[in-house]
């Protein structure tokens, strides 16, 4: 069975800097797959080229067997690959509802958008009791919630997940955590970007540390956990 | 002689029309952050455009030709701002921002001229046909019906566009952009259509409000869109640029402002040199410097710190 997501020596530059230097990997439908590693490492211009925000400089991206070179940014939401943003990047002055309805931009299924919108608020309360609420007064937190259930409505084969625990607090990054456990049972492929590694790595069936553009380690996640230089570098340990 | 209700009158046509010029401003400035300065002349060859269907039908009557002029100056219109769009602003996006406003300069130069070349007999102002008919009075205000098209006009516009943003896809995608564009992109937004398509909107507006001074003013002209874009301008800035509804309010608040400082000011004790007619863009200007200092964000703008 090939893999839904085939990265092969994927290289992507600013300007004349590249910041990902030539990197493979590959995601099976069903699992969680995460990139570690440290601010500059070039996770999330991984992520920006995979969804067509920027575009690699060489390598092939194959999505559910399609060359993703060849699509623009909103056609790949359409085949199938959502991104939840780094910095979450809610839609602020748009209400908590209006932001889930955008992630079912493509979607012409109206009952069961509605369906869906409902999933979220099941999964997220906090966002049901404020539907209405513009999503600019929502904290840190709860917008991230908001971003992870937009993602989501456009009913992804992969949702990849951006820094979800950026600048949170330890309770609710345990709950952002648990919610990616969640969608995990639910059969969910996920792609997660994160440097909160201890609790990437313990949730992931796959794992990659990346250093400036390079790939430097791969192994599941159990494997990195207990790595010795994985210890040293990423969970702080002496 | 009570001749408030006809000043007000006045200030409301006027102010229509500023009005459904400024949408075009504050909707291509709301997406990509750009001031066309070549939108008065995309209303320019929207007079134009209505005035060439006149000139292929001369005997047709007039309300039958309406219409026809009203799709053939949106036609020249969109046709002119769409093709600005993609050819002169968009390989300049990513640009530093001077380089698309000095474009936008240019262009309006460009069209400006080729109407006075090539477009027979444009070098004088050209007669607009009118309606035949006496004025309207209306609560002491008397209105002529060749003015009654843009007080029609400009409600029905404003009413269809809050539709289109508010209820339908594409609105609720503009929204998205004008907010985030990559993140816009991410939700299945096809952000270059989106622009497109606010340059285009903008233009019919324009095209419209174009039919409109053509049938108030009697004529058009090649210079047309200088002065009346100008103020048009103004009134988006002073509506709360990226607004839509703002800038129909910055519009008439414009108008209304232009025609009572016409008439009252020369009353205003110790100001009787600045009334009259020749002041009135000098008292249009200075609404705007006032409102600029007390309210930089315009009558309904929103705070840059709220972008996200």
């Known amino acids: 069975m090939t893999a ?3 990265v092969e020596d994927l290289k992507v530059a600013y300007g004349k800097i590249e910041a990902v230097k030539g990197i493979s990997f ?40 399609k060359p993703l070179r060849k699509y623009r940014a909103d056609q790949i939401v359409a085949l199938g690959l959502a991104h939840s943003p780094e910095g979450r990047h809610i839609f602020p002055r748009m209400t908590i509802e209006d932001n889930l309805r955008l992630g079912a931009y493509l979607r012409d299924d109206k009952e069961d958008i509605l369906k869906d919108i409902q999933a979220a608020y099941d999964l997220f309360p906090i966002l049901g009791e404020r539907r209405k609420q513009a999503a600019g007064t929502l904290s840190g937190g709860e ?53 909160n590694a201890q609790a990437a790595l313990s949730l ?4 990659h540390v990346m250093e400036v553009g390079n790939i430097v380690l791969s192994g599941t996640g159990q494997d990195l956990l207990h790595d010795e230089s994985v210890r040293k570098a990423y969970l702080g340990e002496d | 002689m009570n001749e408030l209700p006809q000043q007000l009158a006045n200030g409301l046509i006027l102010g229509a029309m500023y009005g459904l010029i400024a ?78 406003l000095i ?31 006496d004025p309207l009075s209306f609560l002491g205000a008397d209105i002529k019906v060749n003015s009654l098209f843009i007080l029609i006009a400009a409600p029905i516009c404003m009413i269809a566009l809050g539709y289109f943003v508010n209820k339908t896809r594409a609105g609720r995608g503009m929204q998205a952009t004008a907010q985030d564009p990559d993140t816009a992109k991410l939700m299945g937004v096809n952000t270059d259509r989106i622009i497109v398509m606010a340059f285009a909107i903008g233009a019919a507006f324009a095209a419209i409000a174009a039919v409109g001074y053509g049938l108030h003013q009697g004529q058009v002209g090649y ?31 414009l108008g209304l402002a232009e025609a009572l400082a016409t008439g ?19 008292w249009a200007f200075v609404l705007l410097i006032v409102v600029l200092l007390v309210r930089p964000q315009g009558l309904l703008g929103e705070r840059v710190a709220d972008r996200a």
């Open chain 2, 264 to 282: 009252y000011m020369a009353d205003v004790p110790g100001m009787d040199l600045f009334g009259g007619g020749a002041w009135k863009d000098v």
């Open chain 1, 143 to 195: 917008q991230q919630m908001l971003a992870m259930g937009r993602a989501m409505m456009c009913r992804p084969k992969l949702l990849m997940l951006d820094e979800p625990s950026m600048g949170l607090s330890p309770i609710m990054m345990q709950k952002i955590m648990e919610t990616i456990v969640e969608l995990k049972s639910r059969g969910t492929t996920i792609l997660l970007v994160e440097q």
């Open chain 1, 204 to 207: 992931a069936d796959q794992g």
């Open chain 1, 26 to 65: 590959s995601v099976e439908a069903g699992q969680v797959v995460t990139l570690i590693g440290t601010n500059g490492a070039g996770k999330t211009t991984t992520l920006r080229t995979l969804s067509g925000l920027l575009k690699p400089l060489s390598g092939s991206i194959t999505f559910d067997g």
């Open chain 2, 23 to 100: 949408v075009g401003y504050t909707m291509v400035y709301g997406i990509v952050q750009l001031i066309n300065f070549a939108h008065g002349e995309i209303f320019m060859i929207g007079g134009f455009g209505a005035l060439t269907i006149h000139l292929w039908f001369p005997d047709a009557p007039l309300l039958a030709l309406i219409p026809l002029m009203i799709v053939f100056a949106v036609i020249c219109s969109v046709a002119v701002g769409a093709a600005a769009e993609r050819f002169a602003y968009r390989p300049l996006r990513g640009a530093p921002r001077l380089a698309p």
């Open chain 2, 103 to 133: 474009t936008a300069i240019g262009l309006s130069l460009v069209l400006q001229q080729a109407i006075w070349k090539w477009y027979p007999d444009a070098t004088k102002d050209q007669p607009f046909p009118q309606f035949e008919g």
């Open chain 1, 4 to 6: 839904l997501l085939e």
């Open chain 2, 223 to 253: 210079l047309m869109g200088l002065i009346m874009g100008l103020k048009a301008f103004t009134a988006a800035v002073l509506g709360g640029i990226g607004n839509i509804y703002g800038a129909m309010l910055g519009g008439i608040v």
